[in-house]
């Protein structure tokens, strides 16, 4: 499958591979991390979310890695298909805060 | 579909006019967030609405204002349009109190200052 070992703003991926969105984020108080899909004219779609107090997590065909201790989280979609070409944006949440600060987003582009 | 709704799709301003944006909440959501995406970038939150005040603010000047009424829905307003406003504007609505975790983005307003 194609992986991205440190945030690239795109992605081309092989239809039916598995693929691998990285995002680092900044805040060591952050409590909750999600990650959103955005197709073009759309507005953002909850994919997965995931809490501080666990390391992974699994959705249909997608599974969200979590690594406090560098940071880091991943989003990892299996078997991609063409609907999952879209901007991909993983977002952060700081205990007892209100808002999402968003990263930079990562456009995947499958190729048939 | 996430069942938040936003009004109107498409805006064309003049710099200097005032803009009002429409947004509806997911039914049995309380919280409504409001962010301004630029072209290429990620959101950037403005503010949250809950209960009807607001419940917290992002780097955004006071030209930039809001309300929430009392059936959860919710409005942005900007004065003073500058060219720099242009971009999509979204809504998230959100069931959680004062401290909001899922949010559910509405389909959102292009607005373009000219």
């Known amino acids: 499958g194609e992986s991205v070992g440190l945030h690239l703003p795109t992605l081309s991926v092989q239809e039916g591979d598995n693929s691998i969105i990285n995002c680092a984020y900044s805040n060591s108080a952050s409590d909750y991390f999600i990650w959103y899909k955005q197709e073009s004219g759309k507005g953002p779609q909850f994919i997965i979310d995931?809490?501080?107090?666990?390391d992974k997590r699994q959705g249909q065909r997608v599974t969200v890695l979590l690594n406090k201790t560098v940071k880091h989280l991943s989003l990892q979609i299996a078997a991609t298909q063409p609907g999952d070409s879209a901007v991909y944006f993983c977002a952060e949440k700081a205990e007892g805060d209100y808002k999402l600060s968003f990263g930079a987003g990562t456009t995947v582009t499958v190729r048939a | 579909e996430t069942g938040v709704t936003q009004s109107p799709t498409h805006l064309i301003k003049t710099r200097g006019q005032q803009v009002t944006l429409r947004c509806s909440s997911q039914?049995?959501?309380?919280?409504v967030s409001w962010y301004q995406q630029a072209l290429g970038q990620g959101p950037q939150f403005i503010f949250q609405?809950?209960?009807?005040?607001?419940?917290g603010r992002g780097n955004f000047p006071p030209r930039f204002s809001g309300l929430q009424f009392p059936n959860y829905s919710s409005e942005l307003n900007v004065n003073a349009l500058e060219l720099d406003d242009s971009a999509l504007y979204l809504c998230?609505?959100?069931?959680?109190?004062?401290?909001?975790?899922?949010?559910?983005f509405g389909p959102g307003t292009r607005l373009t200052v000219t």
């Open positions: 609405y809950y209960r009807e005040e607001e419940n």
């Open positions: 998230a609505s959100s069931s959680q109190g004062i401290v909001s975790y899922e949010q559910y």
């Open positions: 995931i809490r501080s107090n666990m």
């Open positions: 039914s049995g959501h309380n919280t």
